[in-house]
C-alpha cells in the first residue's frame, strides 16, 4: 500500500528559530495536504498543493510541492510558542479516493 | 453551520462490551471518513463512506468492526467485544465532494479507553 513517510518525528525547536519538516511518498500523488493536530485536539487543514513545484505561504508557514510530485515541505520561521503541536502531511495516491497520513512531526518550543 | 460532530467525546468500555461511536457530518457533506490515532502516532485510515454505502473498508479491521452511515441519521462506527488493543482517538471527517480532493473536517473524535 501507499506509504508516506514524515521526517523528523520530533522537532525540539527554541523560540524565535526556524524547522523544515519533510513528507516523502514512494508513488506519484494526486495532491497533499497538511494538517495541524494541538495536543488532545482533532487536526486542522492548514493547505492543499496540487502542481508540481508549488510553493504556498501563510504567514510564517511555506509548504512546498516537489517538481515529482512525491515529497513535500513545510517550513516554519521564527517559531513560536502557539506553533506547539504535531503536523501532518496528507497524500491522496494518483486515482486514489482517500488520505493517507504520514506519522506526523511532534514540534515542541523551548521559550 | 455546525462542524463535524463526534460523540461521546470519551468512551469508557469494559473488555467484550461493544463500542458505538457517532459521526454527524457538516451540512451538505455526504461522504465521511473514520480514521483511528493511537498515542504518538499518525492517523490511521479505516473506512470511507457515503450515503447507504461502503466505498473503501480497506483500514477496518475484518473482525468485530463495522461501520454504516444511513439514509437518516450519524455515520456510526461499531466495535464489537473491545479488547485494550481498540484503546485509542477515534476521528470522523466529512468533505463535500468524493475522493478528499478538497479539505477535510475533523471532528472533535471519540476517545476510547478499554479497561
Known amino acids: 500500500g501507499q506509504q508516506v513517510m514524515q521526517i523528523p518525528q520530533y522537532q525540539h525547536v527554541q523560540e524565535g528559530e526556524d524547522f523544515t519538516t519533510y513528507c516523502n511518498s514512494s508513488t506519484t500523488l494526486s495532491n497533499i495536504q497538511w494538517y495541524k493536530q494541538r495536543p488532545g485536539g482533532h487536526p486542522v487543514f492548514l493547505i492543499q498543493l496540487v502542481k508540481s513545484g508549488e510553493v504556498k505561504k501563510q504567514k510564517r508557514l511555506t509548504f512546498q510541492f516537489g517538481e515529482a510530485k512525491k515529497n513535500s515541505s513545510l517550513h516554519i520561521t521564527a517559531t513560536q510558542t502557539t506553533d506547539v503541536g504535531t503536523y501532518f502531511c496528507a497524500a491522496i495516491k494518483a486515482a486514489g479516493n482517500k488520505l493517507t497520513f504520514g506519522g506526523g512531526t511532534r514540534v515542541l518550543v523551548k521559550p | 453551520n455546525a462542524g463535524v460532530m463526534q460523540n461521546p467525546r470519551h468512551l469508557v468500555r469494559r473488555r467484550g462490551q461493544e463500542a458505538r461511536l457517532r459521526c454527524s457530518p457538516m451540512k451538505g457533506h455526504s461522504h465521511v471518513y473514520w480514521y483511528r490515532q493511537l498515542p504518538e502516532e499518525g492517523l490511521k485510515f479505516m473506512v470511507y463512506?457515503?450515503?447507504?454505502?461502503?466505498?473503501?473498508e480497506s483500514g477496518m479491521p475484518k473482525e468485530r468492526f463495522s461501520a454504516e452511515f444511513p439514509k437518516e441519521g450519524p455515520s456510526i462506527l461499531r466495535i464489537q467485544q473491545v479488547v485494550r488493543g481498540d484503546s485509542a482517538a477515534y476521528f470522523c471527517?466529512?468533505?463535500?465532494?468524493?475522493?478528499?480532493?478538497?479539505?477535510?473536517?475533523f471532528g472533535q473524535g471519540t476517545r476510547l479507553t478499554v479497561v
Open positions: 463512506l457515503q450515503k447507504e454505502n461502503i466505498i473503501d
Open positions: 471527517a466529512s468533505s463535500p465532494h468524493p475522493d478528499m480532493n478538497t479539505e477535510a473536517f
